[in-house]
Every structure is written in structure tokens, then in C-alpha cells.
DNA sequence: TCGTAAGATGTAATCGATTACAAAATGTCG
DNA sequence: CGACATTTTGTAATCGATTACATCTTACGA
């Protein structure tokens, strides 16, 4: 590449397409941004030059004079989950359809890296924000707040703070885990928590209580056992459970990490699911159709619940936001599968004896 | 907030504070770059204009006065993967080290994709590429090239474009695993490779196939199936698997998840793993060790891989290679779990009888 | 052919920081 | 105290696009 006349250094730049194309930069600025308000003729040459030179626009500079980036940053507690990864790819769908690009600020359970991604929001990086965080980072509270970036929470609600909620029925399906184990006649449960702090494990929680009390058991019906939405904890519940001199029929687990932890855990005991326990599991993660017994659970809609959450958050952006975009909350579905069954017939009888 | 002397419009600007601490803006950029280089009286001055006024650098417009970004892009074929989250982890802990940002961009399985994160790297939102697709995409090959833009392959090596490759020893690993189930005197071996234009399931056949002559096996002895690292190819070779007349006594699985698809169906029709079928896979996913029995497999070290591959683009970005940067391969290590068994002595004595 | 409206193009300001260079302030020493 | 070296600070150019406004073309009817 010999040409003359070109600045000798590295970038192309605007102008030098100008220069070539014998026009000023207003005019290749317009031929690649509004095509139809320039002469055909100078369309043309325009475009020619722009190939030669293989010009491709600096977007730094464009979004520092548009003042906007057209990307959205999304606050992920853990990437290696594979509920947010499918819930990113709908995120990026919706995005991508409207020209948007996508960070993804993993926190890998840390709440100190939101630190990070609070600086990139303020610094002007981003147009808008998607927390799937549960909170709006400490740090960055009043600014980002008072700043009116454009904000939404995902999967974990933010109250009262101005931000649009797009949420799964947490607490409803929990309530429906309860009643179908209940149906399946099982009276003794056992319950495996999420993380303390969380908003999530509290919804889930809650929708478990509620269950409960809806089904007529009582606290002494019930066992519950900390966890962090992880393999182990699943395993440290069936250490604890098989410590138990009376032992629940039927476990939930608040998510299909812990329900697997656990299953492998108890089977290694000489447990046998569902004959012995029956357990059910949150999420539907893929996984769950290939440990064995193939895992009974909820199923998030995740491409959707991402879809839906991009969608308001560029509404956000435009400021067009109705009424019914402020909190939307997604439906789970059961996924029946081979870790749940009727209590086994000597807990049955156990019942039906007591009952008599 | 109602100062006055101020700008109506929304962000504060650097000549905000340097207003509001009555000095210069070039001695507001000082104090927040170079401290030391400011008289203390002043320093304190701007600071506490910086705080009052709650000023965050415009890092867009900074980015273009310095033409860089401090943010690396890094392609990856599928999030959704967790051998890439695990990757991804390394490599986001090695570029905070050096305070550079991340972005994401994820094919989803789908090359067409690629074109979207050319751009973003042509229009020098980045400055560096860290590449897990095994190619320069196509799209931008000349472009990004002549740009002399910092580039690294991970995972999957690129020869030949002056690209630096960062990679496990998928063929010695492979190698090892047929060694390894020769050793427990398997003859007959099965193999579910990888999608077929994929480089890393090049490496891992060839590995493979090398064993196998290695081992002194003929292309009699083996079964090959294809597959694109994912459950289901693992059930659809299993169901392959189960048509044959004579089945091979182990199999090697190019991926956990088809080590884990294969297993599952297997099972399912009756099949004893290990005690029938020796079943080995590769990558040493987490979950790997929650299915029943727990898989053999090859761990990759994940997150030693992303922390290198970042160092090294690192030091392309900042032109400082060592000849040793250029071509890293990281050893795999053997997870010996249980499906994996010496021959059964049925298959051991038909062996015995041939040989005599 | 000319006047004028509509359309195409150019000029220069702008986005918000950084930084080379100039100017001013401070300090040192005879 | 004054001359000069050394810090500090300010002025203005710069990064590379976009775009308001001014200017120049073109087209068309009278």
C-alpha cells in the first residue's frame, strides 16, 4: 500500500477518506449515516474511497459526540451459572435487534467487583444498566441514581427505588413445589436454602413458608439447611440429612445445583430416589436431564426472562416506558421428572396407621 | 442540588470542577493523574471540588484523546459452555490485574456472529482481540491484520497469521487417554469426536488416532462417531453404540458433555458402565463429578489458560513478546474417577483365547 | 434568461478529556 | 535584593467524528 497523500500514520480517519474522495468530512459523514440526503454521483465516489482506504469509523469518537455508546452493561453475580448464561443470550438477542451492543460485568459472587462496573455506568461507557445483582452497588447508589441512568433489575427485585423489575414467579412456584410434594402425600420436608443475603433465596423462602402453611404442616414438619446455590451445599444438606434420626420423604431444593449435590450425596449413603426421598429441584438447568434419576424441577423461562429484561431496559433508554413495563413478572414450569413419587408405602403406612 | 455557576445540562464536565476550584482544567487532569506532579494546597483544592461536585471522568472522551480503551474483546464460541466461563474467569482476573476492562462477545455457536465483534474491534472500541474460535474471522482477516491490531488465539490455535497461540496439549492429553485405557487392557475402543471443521477436535482425533497406532491398534478395532461437543451427541452415539454387534469394551469422549449424554443412555438400556463399558471424557467440567458412576476425564487447567492468554496480550498490547510468548501449550492432568475399569474378564479371556 | 426554492456541500463548532508549550510563581544562592 | 533554576499553573491544540448553519448548485417555472 503505496498511495500518496495520506497521513503516514496508523488509523484511517475520517478525513483522509475526504481527502481522497476530493469532498469534506461533513459529506462522507453523511454518505455513511443518511445515504439519501447526498447526490448519487457523490454516493458513489464517496463509497469508492471509503473501500479503498478500507475506512472503518472510530466509534470513540462518534459516541463521544453522540453522547451515547449504544451498549448496555449487564451485572451478572456469576457467570459460570448456567442460568444467567442462557438468560445472557437472550439479553443479547433483544439487544442486538436494536443495534445494541453488550458488557457483561461478572461479579463472580463478590459483591466487591461491582466496584468496577459502577465506574464504567458513571463514566459515561454505557447507556443503561441491567441488574441481575439484586441491589444497586453501594458505591454507586447516589450517583448512579441521581446521574438517572437508565437502570433494570433482573431475576432478583430492587424495590423501591425507581428501577422496573422483570422477575420470575419465585415465590409462587416455591409454593408449588410444597403442594406438589403434598400431593404426592409427603407430610416431612426438608428445605435447601440459598445464600443468607439474597433476594432470590428469601423470595424462594417465602413461597416455601407459604406452602407450608398452605398445606397445614407445621414448623416441626420441617427441616431447612443453609446453602449458596452450589453443588456442595446440596452435598453439606445430605451430610446433615443423613445425620437425621427422622428423616423428611421429600426435599426442595431452591436450586438444581443443590438438589444434584445432594442426590449424589444420599445415593452414595444407600438412599434410593425417589423410593426413599423424593426431591425437587429450581431452575431447569440442562444438567438436570442427565444426572440420574433424571432431576424433577422448575423450569425458568431464561431466553425469555433475558429478552423481556433487554426489551425494558430499552424503553428505558427511549423513555418509553408504559405503566405495565415497571413490573413484569414471568411464569415457571414444572418439569416432572424421575427424582419425585408418591411417599413410599411404609411412610403411608406410618401415616395411615397414626391417622386411624 | 442547586448550585449555581453550573452547566444546567446533566453530567459535570472537567470544567466544572476546575470552575468550581478556580483553577485550570489541565489542573484538574493533573491532580486526578498525577498527583504528585501538583502542588498539595492545590491537590486538596480540586479534590474537594471533585467531590462536591461528584464528578466522574468522561472516559469516552479520554479514550479518544489516548487513543486506547483499556479493554480487551475476547470471542467465544459458547458461553453457555462452562469450560469457557471457567476460561473467561482467568482471563477477566489477569486484565483487572493490569486495569483493563473485558468484553464478551459470544458466537453462540453461530460464525456469523463474528462480524458484529470485528467491527467493535475495527472502529477501536478495543484494543486487543483474544480469539477462542479457532480463526481470524473472516469478515475482518485483511483488515484486522493490517491494522496490526493485538491478537491471540486461545484454545484453539491459529498457525501461520503472526498470531501468538495459547492452548492446552489436547493431542498428548488424547495420546495419554488412549494409552491409559490400553493400559487396563482394553483393545476395542470407541470415540465421539468433536464438530468437524473444529480445530481442537482436529487436535484431539489426531491425538487419538496417534494412540491407537501407538498402541499397536488397527482401524478394526475402533468405532468413530461425530459429534459437536454437546449431550446429545453423547446419546446419539450411544444409540449408534448400542446398534453395533460388537461393541467396543471402552469408549473416549472428546467432551465431557458427551462423555455424560453417552453414559446416561447407555444406562438406560442396561448397559453397565464401567464393569461393561470403560467411558473416559475430556475437559474436567465440574459436573463431571456429580453424575453416578463420576466420570475419568482430563481437567484443563481453565483458569491458568485465561490468566496466560491474557499475559500475552498484555504484553502484545504492549509490545513487549518474549520468542517463549509465542506458542504456550499448558498440560492437561487425568482425573482417574469410575467409569473407568480394567477390561472385564469376559472380554479379557475372549482376548486370551484369540491370542493363543 | 432570470429568480427563487429546494437540495447538496462545505465551514467550523462541538463532544470532554489530555498534554505540549508558554507563562507565571516559587525557591535558591551569591 | 536580584538573577536564575525549578516548580506550578494556564492556554490552546488535539483526538475523530457529527451537525448547525452558511454557502453554493441545481432545477424549474415565468
Redesign the interface.
Known sequence: MSRKGWRSG??IRIADVAHLAGVSTATVSRVLANPDKVRTKTHDLVMEAVQRS?Y??????R??RKRR?MTALVIVPN??N?VF??I??GI?DEL?RSGY????G?L?NCAEREA?YV??A????VDGVILMNGRVPASGK??MT???LPMVAMCAAIEGEGIPNVVVQDREASRAAVAYLTRLGHRSLGYIAGPAGNIIAAERLTGFLEGVVAAGLSERDLVRWEGRFV?EAGVAAAEAFLRLKRRPTAIYASCDESA??FI?AI?AAGVRVPEDVSVIGFDGI??AD???PTLTTFRQPLHELGRTGAGVLLKMIRNDMKPEDWHIRLPLSLLERDTTAPVSSRASEMKRRSKA
Open positions: 496508523k488509523g478500507g472503518t469509523p472510530n466509534s470513540v469518537a459516541n463521544l455508546t457467570l459460570a448456567p448464561a442462557q445472557l443470550r443479547d442486538t451492543g453488550l458488557v457483561i461478572n463472580d468496577r465506574d464504567l458513571l463514566s459515561r461507557q447516589r450517583t441521581e446521574a438517572g453443588f444434584i449435590g449424589k445415593r440442562e444438567f442427565y444426572i440420574e
